[in-house]
């Protein structure tokens, strides 16, 4: 097994950044760690890197007891959001230097910082220094000089967080990518929802130092084992279960608040059995779809999203009379803000 985190708790004074989590982290596998700020995931990497020391629990790499053993003894790699690069030293340099550090010959330290040059995509660019590279070819640099003393562990925390959109965007393929070449155990921490789909075989969402749910990025979405998970992955709209919405459909909350995504709020332009009243407050052109935000003749607002064949074929308009219902909806025990 790559990563086992056994009832792991870390305190700063009163407050509790890790509380008594369990986690396993398969070898060779991708995981996210999500969640809001103050969620504990940064402190939780940071204490299976060795970089904290828990208050109680345990931390086994690789089948071996690590909970007290120092950064150098764990055989991982870390990649911080800043790069961390070294200014003075070439790209070749900067990978090449954790090599040098434990007296590689070389020989074999120029072999793997071309290979790594060439994994990441990087082969004509060895000569310059960081203040001549891109913010992704630098973050490319210091994952190349993270992977060049082939850690067992691989650690990223939020390793794109200082990009723009776009370059995070082709980063993640990148490094989705990456990882199928070098299938080395990977964690890396993000509290953005779509890098961690995109990216992992698995994400751990977190809350308040706890974990809330383990699982893959489809059973995360659509299974979500509580109200805080479905409230941070992906859009919601949260209703008191007296909506007008659901009276008609039979739909029973159990709960006083229901959980509805956009994508399953049915629009049509004629009443319906089961559908209530509304008017198209605002139209949202997001591309590939339209969000369509709509005012029930309770007044609650709802947002809907639609594909652009679907919103072509119903033609909508702002202050158009529709008509709408829920295709699937959710409740829980108790609710909490993100």
Known sequence: MGIVVDNISKHFGSFKAVDQVDLTVKSGSLVALLGPS???KSTLLRL????????SGKIILTGKDATYKNVQERNIGFVFQQYALFKHMTVRQNIAFGLEIRKVQDKKIKGRVEQLLELVQLKELGDRYPSQLSGGQRQRVALARALAVEPEILLLDEPFGALDAKVRKDLRIWLRHLH???NVTT????HDQEEAMEVSDEVVVMNKGRVEQVGSPADIYDNPASAFVMSFIGPVNVLPNTARIFQSTGFNAGHPEVFLRPQDVIIEKYAQEATAS???SRLIHLGWEIQVELTIDDGQVVTAHLTRDRFNELQLEPQQQVYVKPKHAKSFPAYYSV
């Open 38 to 40: 103050g969620s504990g």
């Open 48 to 55: 299976i890197a060795g970089l904290e020391m828990p208050d």
């Open 180 to 182: 199928d070449e070098v």
């Open 187 to 190: 964690v890396f921490v993000t």
């Open 278 to 280: 509304a008017k198209v």
